[in-house]
């Protein structure tokens, strides 16, 4: 929220936000009212799904559910606008950060990743091009021309990890195998619009770092394998 100054993470990049419903999440079944700013004409998917989502610390979460003043200061409108402006502030900021990612950053961005478990290896990948890759998930226009422009800083991932497969041969498979599993965890979960999964794989990169040169670093990781390996189902 613009006001608001609290971490939604810790620095060991525990989560300790809250995710809040932009048009609420019950009509009043359950609880005897309606949450603030329910829309009935919504399905149970499109009211979780992540275009009506935010990502609030506790107390701005408390104060926009309130009934009647936060329903009636926070209607669905203008949650939607801050969200919006949250978004191209935060792509502004990681466009600034394209010049300013080095080694250091990558090796943030990458060392818990290479820690996951290495997934089962039940699903078929392989390779198509970017552009394609992009048309098959459905990928929106934002979501492609953070990939292209993540892209630029390809060749600096590129060496960075044949840098560290020198000493670590290891390296390149357990990162991916790292990206890899979380993707399997979500297609698990049920999660198939590859716009979300995509969205949710940029959350994971990210895992909290409140540095943007680090969280730049770690989206850039990310697609540097959905272009160049099998990260993604095709």
């Known amino acids: 929220m613009p006001a608001c100054d609290r971490l939604l993470s810790t620095a060991d990049a525990t989560l300790i936000g809250e995710a809040a419903h932009i048009a609420g999440e019950h009509g009043g079944q359950q609880r005897g009212r309606a949450s603030a700013r329910f829309d009935p004409t919504m399905t149970k998917e499109e009211r979780n799904s992540l275009s009506n989502l935010l990502y609030l610390c506790r107390n701005c979460h408390a104060r926009i559910d309130s009934i009647p003043r936060g329903e009636r200061d926070f209607p669905v409108q203008r949650l939607l606008e801050i969200k919006s402006r949250h978004e191209a502030a935060v792509a502004a900021a990681m466009e600034d950060a394209v010049g300013s990612v ?23 990948f392989s390779r198509i091009p970017i ?17 292209l422009s993540h892209l630029v800083v390809a060749p600096q991932v590129r060496s960075f990890i044949q840098n560290f497969s020198l000493d670590d041969a290891g390296f390149p498979d357990r990162l991916k195998s790292g990206f890899l599993s979380h993707y399997h965890r979500l297609r698990r979960d049920g999660i198939s619009s590859g716009q979300e999964l995509f969205d949710l794989m940029c959350v994971f990169a990210r895992r ?7 969280q730049y670093a770690a989206q850039a990781v990310l697609t540097y394998l959905f272009e160049t390996c099998d990260v993604f189902e095709p």
Do not use: C, M
């Not at 080095?102 to 290495?118: D, G, H, K, M, N």
């Open 102 to 124: 080095t080694f250091a950053e990558l090796e943030i961005a990458t060392r818990w990743v290479v820690e996951e478990p290495l997934p089962a290896r039940d699903l078929d």
């Open 208 to 214: 909290g770092f409140h540095d943007i040169n680090t």
């Open 131 to 147: 552009d394609a890759k992009i048309r098959k998930h459905k990928l929106s226009v934002a979501s492609r021309n953070l990939i």
